[in-house]
């Protein structure tokens, strides 16, 4: 499947995101889909993540109650709503397709990525 993420910018702290991540081909519902994010100088990591018929979620702990993860698989898409941003949210954020039924949080477990959208959070 190939990933294409949109929807980032600059926003103040505070402030409110939603990114979009549109999958091409038929198969969307059969991938579990994640939101990665990398910030200068560190390592790629997990933000959240979502079952294939979208009724299961997980989030890392650093989002938990301010992101909310959902997908839509008429529209091949999934979405990261992004609230009460904060400056340490400032990352490239990707998307990412897993192929199974288990969620997982490794960046090493996920078939295909996104490009990559840019967030940045001022204060």
């Known amino acids: 499947v190939q990933l294409q993420a949109c929807g980032g910018g600059l926003v103040q702290a505070g402030g409110s995101l939603r990114l979009s991540c549109a999958a091409s081909g038929r198969t969307f519902s059969s991938y579990i889909m994640g939101w990665f994010r990398q910030a200068p100088g560190k390592e790629r990591e997990f933000v959240a993540t979502i079952g294939r018929n979208g009724g299961t979620t997980y989030y890392a702990d650093s989002v938990k109650g301010r992101f909310t993860i959902s997908r839509d698989n008429a529209k091949n898409t999934v979405y990261l709503q992004m609230n009460s941003l904060k400056p340490e949210d400032t990352a490239v954020y990707y998307c990412?397709?897993?192929?199974?039924?288990?969620?997982?949080?490794?960046?090493?477990?996920?078939?295909?990525w996104g490009q990559g959208t840019q967030v940045t959070v001022s204060s």
């Open positions: 990412a397709a897993r192929i199974g039924v288990i969620f997982s949080t490794n960046v090493r477990s996920y078939d295909s």
